[in-house]
């Protein structure tokens, strides 16, 4: 086990989207925060986009916004690139032509080759998907791309969806960004996304079916989610589920974020409130002692 501190067509397949909305009487556990907004349709000019994520070539977006409305977004920073007056996670565009416009890019004489990352300033598996299937659409279209490498990172169960698609693709890799296994801490740090046990659950699916998993434990959040007990647990669930790669990452305070996480823990953790402002006054240090106690765990 990997222990590491770091880092349309429109139309979906109805039948396919049924089998899964049936299979998943729990989504009522989702938070309610998505109901009211409604996805607006817009066009893109680009789908496959040059990315300076380091070991990526691609990024891949379907969405703009993110329903899942997490405290700690760095991608809220996408506001500023929409006329939405909402705050982030209040708004949602789909980009209704993306897999056309995917296809076009791939198509002709360009043999693209590289890592294409899914998924890196919205989830393309929020709750929109179910819907409008645009992520599906694009990952077929992939199939036939064969040199191209799709890695997708999620914090939803909705992927399960897909299993049989990404096992026609000839490398394939699905992150599970999991910081907790704690529901209620998740449910006001990540309102909209699944559950984390539904999370799991979706892991050990596409394990079963033969799809490479991993966990990205990030950003793990001060007296939250970064104490021993919570990282014993997280690690304890992840392992049960069969789960060999973690990469564990700690809080980027980017001045939005922290104002945004000081609200958050005010209203909601003020016993935790201290260890937040210890650690945005000494990040540093604080991550030492994440990275020591991470250590320190037994996997
Ligand atoms: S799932 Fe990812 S992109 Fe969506 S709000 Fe959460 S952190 Fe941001």
Redesign the pocket.
């Known amino acids: 086990m990997e222990k590491k501190e770091s880092r349309n067509t429109r139309a979906a397949d109805t039948a396919q989207r049924n089998l899964f909305d049936n299979d998943h009487e729990r989504e009522k556990d989702r938070q309610p925060v998505v109901e009211e907004i409604a996805p607006r349709e817009i066009t893109c000019r680009s789908a496959l986009n040059r990315t300076k994520i380091p070991g990526y070539d691609y990024c891949m977006n379907p969405y703009v916004g ?1 329903t ?3 405290v ?2 760095y ?1 809220s920073f996408m506001c500023r690139f929409t006329d939405h007056r909402g705050n982030w ?1 209040e708004f949602l565009d789909f980009k209704i032509n993306f897999p056309d416009v995917l296809a076009r890019q791939l198509g002709g004489r360009s043999r693209r080759k590289g890592k294409v990352l899914i998924g890196t ?3 393309a598996y ?1 709750p929109a998907e179910a819907q409008y299937g645009i992520t599906r659409s694009s990952l077929n279209i992939l199939v036939d791309h064969p040199l191209l490498e799709v890695h997708i990172l999620t ?1 939803s169960d909705l992927v399960r969806r897909d299993i049989a698609i990404l096992h026609k693709l000839t490398a394939c890799e699905v992150g599970f ?1 999991i910081t907790t296994m704690d529901k209620n801490i998740s449910r006001v740090l ?1 309102p909209g ?1 699944s559950p984390p046990d539904l999370r799991l659950e979706a892991a050990g699916a596409l394990m079963k079916a033969g799809i490479p998993v991993w966990v990205f434990a990030a950003p793990l959040l001060p007296g939250l989610t970064d104490t021993e007990a919570a990282l014993k647990t997280l690690v304890c669930a992840l392992q049960k589920t069969g789960i060999r790669k973690i990469e564990f990452g700690s809080l980027n305070p980017y001045p939005a974020v922290a104002r945004r996480l000081k609200s958050v823990y005010k209203r909601n953790f003020p016993e935790a409130l201290p260890k937040l402002e210890e650690y945005l006054r000494h990040p540093d240090g604080c991550r030492e002692e994440i990275v020591s106690r991470i250590g320190r765990l037994s996997f």
């Open positions: 993110c899942h409305g997490c700690y977004c991608a996670g300033v919205t989830d929020q914090k960004t990540e996304a």
